[in-house]
């Protein structure tokens, strides 16, 4: 079993910056896809970045130049820089891992954007 836990959320001001963590069990972390997922009152959940496990990243237009996905495969942890950050960036973001057709969430963390 996988078990992945986020930290770093919290209240920050329009034009903060938060660096979200997420630390995964498990010595297959390496072969994993990682991702970074929000979900915002009253909306779906979606992508923000994800990295694969050669290390090429994807963001969401939303996000793109604001944001930085990164992973340490020797810590099992995978990162999510957010800087320029805005009040429409407020969701619980969570961290997922995938193994071909598994995948695992952690429980998430909130942040908030508001002065």
């Known amino acids: 079993q996988v078990q992945l836990v986020e930290s770093g959320g919290g209240l920050v001001q329009p034009g903060g910056s938060l660096r979200l963590s997420c630390a995964a069990s498990g010595s297959s972390f390496s072969s994993a896809a990682m991702g970074w997922y929000r979900q915002a009152p009253g909306k779906q959940r979606e992508l923000v970045a994800d990295?694969?496990?050669?290390?090429?990243?994807n963001y969401s237009d939303s996000v793109k130049g604001r944001f930085t996905i990164s992973r340490d495969n020797t810590k099992n942890t995978v990162t999510l820089q957010m800087n320029s950050l805005k009040p429409e960036d407020t969701a619980v973001y969570s961290c997922?891992?995938?193994?071909?057709?598994?995948?695992?969430w952690g429980q998430g963390t909130q942040v908030t954007v508001s002065s």
């Open positions: 990295i694969l496990r050669d290390g090429m990243t």
């Open positions: 997922s891992a995938r193994w071909g057709y598994r995948r695992y």
